[in-house]
C-alpha cells in the first residue's frame, strides 16, 4: 500500500511550538488573531510573513515529533508498505527549510520513501503517485483526496478540532494504526 503522510499537525506537534512563538513575539496581540492562518501558513497580513520569515525554521527544526509516529511509520514500512511524506513545507514558505526537514528525519529515524515538498495540491500529487490512503490534518485537503476516491484520514489538530469532517478521523499514531490497519484487511 502506498501511504501519503504530512508533516506539520500529523508527525509534529507544530501547532503547539507555533502558539508558543506567537505568545512570545505578539507584543500586541495582533497575531493571536489569526492563529487559524498561522497554523494553515496562510499570509494574509504582512505581520503573519513577517512573522513566518522569522520564525518558521526555528519551529520546524525544534518541534516535537507526536507519541508513536516515528515506531508506527518504520511498522508501515517494515509490513512492505511504501511511505510518501507529502507536504507544504519546502522553499516556497521557508527557505532552507527542505535541507532542514531531511537533516530533522535522519537525526530523528523517521524513515520514508520519498518526500514531496511544495505540496499545495495534495489530491493531484496523491492521484499522479497512485497514493491508497493519505493522512493529513487539513479538512480541505482531506476532502479534496476523497472526491478523487482515494481514502483519506484526518489527523486531529488545534486548527481541526472544531470542524466536523466527512472522512475518518483519528487523534493519535495508535488511533492511525488501527484505522490503516482497518481499511487494510
Known amino acids: 500500500m502506498r501511504i501519503g503522510i504530512d508533516i506539520d499537525d500529523v508527525i509534529t506537534n507544530t501547532s503547539e511550538l507555533v502558539r508558543i512563538y506567537v505568545e512570545k513575539n505578539d507584543n500586541n496581540g495582533d497575531l493571536k488573531n489569526y492563529m487559524e492562518d498561522i497554523m494553515k501558513a496562510n499570509m494574509v497580513t504582512p ?6 520569515e522569522e ?6 527544526r525544534d518541534v516535537n515529533i507526536k507519541e508513536n509516529a516515528v515506531e508506527i511509520i518504520k511498522k508501515l514500512l517494515n509490513s512492505g508498505n511504501e ?3 507529502i507536504t ?20 530523528n529515524n523517521i524513515n520514508y520513501t520519498k518526500i514531496f515538498f511544495d505540496s499545495f495540491e495534495k489530491a493531484k500529487i496523491c492521484e499522479e503517485n497512485k497514493i491508497d ?5 487539513s479538512v480541505k485537503h482531506c476532502r479534496e ?4 476516491n482515494i481514502k483519506s484520514i484526518l489527523f486531529t489538530s488545534e486548527v ?4 466536523l469532517a466527512t472522512v475518518p478521523r483519528v487523534s493519535s499514531w ?12
Open 55 to 60: 520564525n518558521a525554521y526555528n519551529i520546524f
Open 174 to 185: 495508535l488511533e492511525l494504526e488501527e484505522k490503516i490497519n482497518e481499511i487494510n484487511n
Open 47 to 52: 505581520k503573519i510573513e513577517k512573522f513566518f
Open 83 to 85: 511511505v510518501y511524506i
Open 160 to 163: 481541526n478540532k472544531d470542524i
Open 145 to 148: 483526496i476523497a472526491d478523487k
Open 133 to 137: 490512503i493519505m493522512i493529513d490534518d
Open 88 to 107: 507544504s513545507r519546502g522553499e516556497i514558505c521557508c527557505k532552507g527549510s527542505e535541507k532542514l526537514t531531511y537533516d530533522y528525519f535522519k537525526k
